[in-house]
């Protein structure tokens, strides 16, 4: 494992007696204890709330590695809106001196990114890894990668994963960027560890399973923790990790108040029919679900008050009435509305005709001047990266996404450093339905996480 840089010498040679340096913006002290972790480790990963700055970290770290002639040039690796939005803003703040080139878009636009340009950091979305895979040369000269939201490769099994893995062998540095290792189970830890070094955890997730887990149920390949292993995975991949303790930021950040909105449906028949018969009746319509799987996701939109079946059938409007309280109660103060499905998308701009969406122009940049009063996102769109802390502090969620990772992140967009205000986040949940239950899910997997946060401290 190469996880221990030579740094006294470094430390002497290149900086005469004094640590990194810290440009453009002042760090806050955990911030900095993280830069000199990853400064001083060529295999490492950041375990870091949401909103504690881990882009600045990194971007500090890559500034300071570049100046000592230690790296030539990295490769950063994000969620599309996040490489084209994010890394290229936070640069100019925490890295004024390099030059950022996004490779996105068309084949030949990411090729002339990577090839026609001078940039000493080049960023890419986790979607290119297979065409960055199938093209790779070592002309590009990426001797560091940092993959930003490394949870995206928690699958060791996944073509682009594979690809990608390959040619990276030859890259030294290479750095994981997340909020939680574990946001949707143990066995996420592997494929992440792999990704950043092998040596962590092994090559093989089957050696891995055999070793921390036990096979409950063959047909369906479902493993469970054996007991300890979560504690004892957490010690094998200690050294390599840093761990921003909650304690160390949340007194840098106003509180948190999450508050579940319960109501019932009026028409519950439906709902009822669906759940007991896995089919729903309509006067000129059916939406019958074929099998378990597909009955939550049925039973889902049902507490929404719609159901796709034969055609797109509304029953009940109580979840959207109860929003529009909501919304009054809170003097319609700017908010974020996350949804789920699309027809909830289109019922929330029937009813909201000036609500703007994360994909209009300049909507970011309209929100954080507090010129947006309703934004409507997908969790999967706003989950990761975006600063959205600027334009109001009130957070709806008309419904839940079933990812601890994709909830917390999506409250991130305004629970983040530079908030001034106390975040509310609302959950609309109708009573006797499955709303209730991926609302106790995500309780239970936030018990997980912190369990492997405790034990990495």
């Given at each position: 494992?190469?996880?221990?840089?030579?740094?006294?010498?470094?430390?002497n040679?290149?900086?005469?007696?004094?640590?990194?340096?810290?440009?453009?913006?002042n760090?806050r002290?955990?911030?900095?204890?993280?830069?000199?972790f990853?400064?001083?480790?060529?295999?490492?990963m950041?375990?870091?709330p949401?909103g504690?700055?881990?882009?600045?970290i990194?971007l500090s770290?890559m500034?300071?590695?570049?100046?000592k002639?230690?790296?030539?040039?990295?490769?950063?690796?994000?969620?599309?809106?996040?490489?084209?939005?994010?890394w290229?803003?936070?640069?100019k703040?925490?890295a004024?001196?390099?030059?950022?080139?996004?490779?996105?878009?068309?084949?030949k636009?990411?090729?002339?990114?990577?090839?026609?340009?001078?940039?000493?950091?080049?960023?890419?979305?986790?979607?290119?890894?297979?065409?960055?895979?199938d093209?790779?040369?070592?002309?590009?000269?990426?001797?560091?990668?940092?993959?930003?939201?490394?949870?995206?490769?928690k699958?060791?099994?996944?073509?682009?994963f594979?690809?990608?893995?390959?040619?990276?062998?030859?890259?030294?540095?290479?750095?994981?960027?997340?909020?939680?290792?574990?946001?949707?189970?143990?066995?996420?830890?592997?494929?992440?560890?792999k990704?950043?070094?092998?040596?962590l955890?092994?090559?093989?997730?089957?050696?891995?399973?055999?070793?921390?887990?036990?096979?409950v149920?063959?047909?369906?390949?479902?493993?469970e923790?054996?007991?300890?292993?979560?504690?004892?995975?957490m010690?094998?991949?200690?050294p390599?990790?840093?761990?921003l303790?909650?304690?160390?930021?949340?007194?840098?950040?106003?509180p948190?108040?999450?508050?579940?909105?319960?109501?019932?449906?009026?028409n519950?028949?439906?709902y009822?029919?669906?759940?007991?018969?896995?089919?729903?009746?309509?006067?000129?319509?059916?939406?019958?679900?074929?099998?378990?799987?597909?009955?939550?996701?049925?039973?889902?939109?049902?507490?929404?008050?719609?159901?796709?079946?034969?055609?797109?059938?509304?029953?009940?409007?109580?979840k959207?009435?109860?929003?529009?309280?909501?919304?009054?109660?809170?003097?319609?103060?700017?908010?974020?509305?996350a949804?789920?499905?699309?027809?909830?998308?289109?019922e929330?701009?029937?009813r909201?005709?000036?609500?703007?969406?994360?994909?209009?122009?300049?909507?970011i940049?309209?929100?954080?001047?507090?010129?947006v009063?309703?934004?409507?996102?997908?969790?999967?769109s706003?989950?990761?990266?975006?600063?959205?802390?600027h334009?109001?502090?009130?957070?709806i969620?008309?419904?839940?996404?079933w990812?601890?990772?994709?909830?917390?992140?999506?409250?991130?967009?305004?629970?983040r450093?530079?908030?001034?205000?106390?975040v509310?986040?609302?959950?609309?949940?109708?009573?006797?339905t499955?709303?209730?239950?991926?609302?106790?899910a995500?309780h239970?997997?936030?018990?997980?996480?912190?369990?492997?946060?405790?034990?990495?401290?």
């Amino acid at each position: 494992m190469q996880n221990s840089r030579r740094f006294t010498e470094l430390f002497n040679q290149h900086n005469g007696g004094f640590g990194p340096r810290y440009l453009q913006m002042n760090l806050r002290p955990y911030q900095e204890q993280a830069v000199d972790f990853l400064y001083e480790n060529d295999r490492a990963m950041i375990l870091a709330p949401v909103g504690a700055g881990k882009t600045a970290i990194a971007l500090s770290a890559m500034d300071e590695l570049i100046s000592k002639c230690l790296v030539g040039r990295f490769l950063v690796v994000a969620p599309l809106r996040v490489a084209v939005s994010v890394w290229p803003t936070e640069a100019k703040l925490w890295a004024e001196y390099r030059e950022v080139s996004v490779a996105v878009g068309t084949p030949k636009q990411r090729l002339a990114a990577i090839e026609d340009s001078d940039a000493e950091i080049v960023v890419t979305n986790y979607d290119n890894l297979q065409w960055l895979a199938d093209h790779w040369d070592r002309s590009w000269g990426f001797d560091a990668v940092v993959f930003d939201e490394l949870t995206r490769l928690k699958n060791p099994s996944g073509a682009r994963f594979k690809a990608f893995n390959k040619v990276i062998t030859e890259v030294r540095t290479r750095w994981g960027l997340t909020g939680s290792f574990t946001s949707n189970g143990l066995e996420d830890v592997f494929g992440q560890c792999k990704i950043v070094d092998q040596a962590l955890l092994g090559r093989s997730k089957g050696a891995f399973q055999q070793q921390y887990f036990f096979l409950v149920n063959k047909d369906f390949n479902q493993w469970e923790p054996r007991p300890g292993a979560l504690e004892q995975v957490m010690a094998r991949i200690k050294p390599a990790t840093f761990v921003l303790e909650p304690g160390e930021y949340k007194d840098k950040l106003p509180p948190l108040h999450t508050v579940p909105v319960r109501f019932d449906l009026v028409n519950r028949q439906p709902y009822d029919q669906m759940k007991k018969e896995f089919v729903a009746q309509f006067p000129n319509a059916q939406a019958v679900a074929v099998n378990a799987g597909v009955v939550t996701a049925k039973l889902q939109q049902m507490a929404s008050g719609f159901v796709y079946g034969d055609s797109t059938v509304w029953f009940d409007t109580s979840k959207f009435d109860a929003l529009d309280d909501l919304l009054a109660e809170n003097q319609h103060a700017n908010t974020i509305v996350a949804y789920t499905y699309r027809e909830e998308l289109a019922e929330l701009k029937r009813r909201y005709p000036r609500a703007v969406t994360l994909d209009e122009p300049d909507a970011i940049e309209r929100w954080n001047a507090g010129k947006v009063e309703l934004l409507l996102a997908h969790p999967k769109s706003a989950g990761h990266g975006l600063n959205l802390q600027h334009g109001g502090s009130k957070i709806i969620f008309l419904s839940l996404p079933w990812s601890l990772e994709l909830y917390e992140q999506t409250i991130g967009r305004l629970h983040r450093s530079g908030q001034r205000h106390d975040v509310w986040c609302y959950v609309m949940v109708a009573n006797k339905t499955v709303d209730e239950k991926i609302w106790a899910a995500l309780h239970d997997k936030r018990a997980i996480s912190d369990i492997a946060l405790e034990a990495l401290k």
